[in-house]
T-cell receptor
């Protein structure tokens, strides 16, 4: 158990809809990262928050947004969903800003029909 | 776009055999090369990492070999066991990458046959 909690584990929705994925980082970790893993694809970095502030953006679509709350949990909002958004979405956390071990949650599997 | 190129995409090995996965990278922000292991239905977890003031690091049956001049590093799994069946990802801190700069390879699905 990595200590990172993600909900929901599975989500099925229709095109055009909006969903919110939630992540609770490991106790004491200030950085939260969101990654997307599509079928047969590697891990694509989406966005990073550190202590409530956005720190870096990767390949995140404009239809997607995220935030980190004062209690350090984070939410990833996906809107105007398309079939191609179907993927596993992972949250990871780490102690600080610099590189080091990332602790991943078990992911949220999103299916867009 | 800077990439971390990982090969092979999949690998089948007999129990007791050696699994070898290779990664090639472009210019990195600093020297830190981790390997993550992912079992089905789980998130990736750090398996082993190297900060190359050394060219090799061994932890149990897992060894990272690093060739800085060639910009390549590899994971060797010795005496492979069925429990090692998983997807393995290498990562490297690419200069132009965002966040903690770790860019992951495409993954290698390893199947160890009993």
């Amino acid at each position: 158990d990595s200590g990172v909690t993600q909900t929901p584990k599975h989500l099925i929705t229709a095109t055009g809809q909006r969903v919110t994925l939630r992540c609770s980082p490991r106790s004491g970790d200030l950085s939260v990262y969101w990654y997307q893993q599509s079928l047969d694809q590697g891990l694509q970095f989406l966005i990073q928050y550190y202590n409530g502030e956005e720190r870096a953006k990767g390949n995140i679509l404009e239809r997607f947004s995220a935030q980190q709350f004062p209690d350090l949990h984070s939410e990833l909002n996906l809107s105007s969903l398309e079939l191609g958004d179907s993927a596993l979405y992972f949250c990871a956390s780490s102690r600080g800003l610099g590189t080091g071990e990332l602790f991943f949650g078990e992911g949220s599997r999103l299916t867009v029909l | 776009q800077q990439q971390v190129k990982q090969s092979p995409q999949s690998l089948i090995v007999q129990k007791g055999g050696i699994s070898i996965i290779n990664c090639a990278y472009e210019n990195t922000a600093f020297d830190y090369f981790p390997w993550y292991q992912q079992f089905p239905g789980k998130g990736p977890a750090l398996l082993i990492a190297i900060r190359p003031d050394v060219s090799e690091k061994k932890e149990g049956r897992f060894t990272i070999s690093f060739n800085k001049s060639a910009k390549q590093f590899s994971l060797h799994i010795m005496d492979s066991q069925p429990g090692d069946s998983a997807t393995y990802f290498c990562a490297a801190p690419m200069i132009k990458a965002a966040g903690n700069k770790l860019t992951f390879g495409g993954g290698t699905r390893v199947l160890v046959k009993p």
